[in-house]
């Protein structure tokens, strides 16, 4: 795909199919429990399928199970997993909602089995038949340094990608040139910005796809507020934080999730004390860390002890690596499942987190970071979350600079909506463990006849 209404159309085209197959796995659902259709069951589903249809379409896309070319087979397969759930789960209450009783919760069972089916197999299809020998031509711009940076991120995120890396000192002729010969562009984000302007118009000329790596710069004017001075356009760039409307809506949306997760992990909580006490009996069951909140006020942040007691006695403030051998047997387990973030669930009842934001920090890492980085006091400027931007976009290997920047920008674009979206798509990152622990994807890298040669 060469340009960006094509990827439009292919996005489109993608989501169609996989409504149209949703509907024709209830369809088959029918008739796999039914001899003959009764034809209440059948006018319930009828009266509910514009809404399954809505629901799907919702976490199809949220889960960006249309980025054929960003997922591997198994991301997709994880993904559509939690989107059919949920989808099925909803599809129970709307029913019960509109009160269309008679769609049989057996069909809706059969239905989310044979969708998860007909979905992998296509999308399974897709890949291997129509993107198996498409490359995703990209040009990218950067110093050496930034370059060998972002080619290990794109090996990453990004499947069948040929990349051509070019100096941003290049002269203007030669990147235009390059444009045209590619499919889309990365610019870092030390480029000029001067030159960056004239990339941008270029590209977009060229109905080329244009990646920017953004700077603090570029992240403060993100959702800035468009006035005039007489008669010509200015743009206010209000400070980091949110304002008291939205703090007002987080807080309420906080309390609610919270009690109801409070209710729903109960049980799951007591099982989870016993079990760490029966692995080591000796030691406590909760984990108690004093961690740097809302405008760099201390809180005491409660986890589920995952690593054997006193495990910093002799080392002091150290981060867990790979394999940790700190970690406890019942810790690694609750660790790959996240399940030992449970508690912190009454941090957000005691308004000291939010379900949603940067996570806390210890005060011995903020410290630091504040001196390496100086836009790092901005992550304070809102509560800590359970979950976060950078965690759905991260992985276990993103450094501090990147998820900041997550972090920068989910404090600068917050919305109730956003926050809807990361805590649905949270359910897909912990089922997937290459986002704690990273993983390899083949990426080619190559050059034009003046730009440096680097390994990929």
């Not at 044979?114 to 399974?124: D, R």
């Not at 760099?296 to 394999?323: S, Y």
């Not at 006091?377 to 920047?405: E, F, S």
């Not at 109730?416 to 805590?423: A, F, Q």
Request: proline letters at 3%; hydrophobic letters at 45%.
């Amino acid at each position: 795909m060469s340009n960006m209404k094509e990827k439009k159309t292919l996005k489109s085209l993608l989501l169609i199919v996989d409504i149209v197959l949703i509907m024709l796995a209830y369809i088959a659902a029918f008739y796999l429990r039914y001899d003959e259709i009764p034809q209440r069951n059948w006018e319930s589903f009828v009266s509910l399928m514009p809404w399954i249809a809505l629901l799907a379409l919702f976490f199809l896309s949220i889960n960006e199970l249309y980025s054929i070319n960003r997922k591997t087979i198994w991301d997709m397969i994880r993904s559509l997993f939690v989107s059919m759930t949920l989808l099925s789960f909803l599809t129970m209450s709307i029913s019960f909602l509109f009160r269309e009783f008679a769609l049989p919760r057996s069909v809706i069972l059969i239905a989310y089995i044979l969708s998860l089916l007909f979905l992998s197999l296509w999308k399974s299809t897709f890949v291997f038949f129509g993107h198996r020998n498409e490359k995703i031509r990209m040009l990218l711009v950067a110093d050496e340094e930034e370059a060998a940076k972002l080619v290990s991120q794109i090996k990453t995120s990004t499947l069948r990608t040929k990349i051509t890396h070019i100096q941003p000192n290049t002269e203007l002729s030669r990147i235009f040139q390059l444009i045209e010969d590619h499919d889309s562009i990365m610019l870092s984000s030390n480029t000029d910005q001067e030159k960056r302007t004239q990339l941008l118009y270029h590209a977009m000329k060229a109905n080329k796809i244009i990646y920017v790596v953004p700077s603090l710069y570029d992240l403060l004017l993100s959702k800035s507020a468009i006035t005039q001075l007489d008669d010509s356009m200015v743009m206010a760039v209000k400070p980091f934080g949110l304002t008291i409307d939205e703090r007002f809506i987080k807080r309420v949306f906080d309390i609610l999730l919270s009690g109801i997760g409070l209710i729903f992990f109960t049980p799951l909580m007591l099982l989870t004390f016993i079990v760490i006490k029966l692995d080591s009996p000796r030691g406590s069951v909760m984990y108690k860390q004093k961690r740097i909140g809302q405008n760099n006020k201390v809180f005491t942040i409660l986890k589920f002890r995952t690593m054997v007691e006193d495990a910093e006695v002799h080392t002091g403030p150290t981060l867990a690596v790979q394999n940790d051998p700190r970690i406890t047997r019942v810790g690694r387990f609750l660790r790959r499942w996240r399940l030992d973030e449970i508690p912190q669930i009454i941090n957000v009842l005691k308004g000291e987190m939010s379900i949603v934001g940067p996570r806390p920090e210890r005060e011995f890492f903020t410290r630091t970071l504040n001196q390496q980085y100086e836009s790092y006091q901005y992550r304070n400027t809102v509560k800590p979350g359970i979950t976060g931007y950078a965690q759905i976009m991260g992985n276990y290997t993103t450094n501090v600079q990147d998820k900041l920047v997550f972090d920068l920008y989910y404090i600068r674009n917050y919305s109730l909506w956003m926050d809807i979206v990361i805590i649905l798509r949270t359910l897909s990152v912990v089922m997937d463990r290459t986002k704690s622990e990273g993983h390899k994807q083949k990426t080619e890298l190559t050059k034009p006849n003046n730009a440096m040669k680097m390994d990929a």
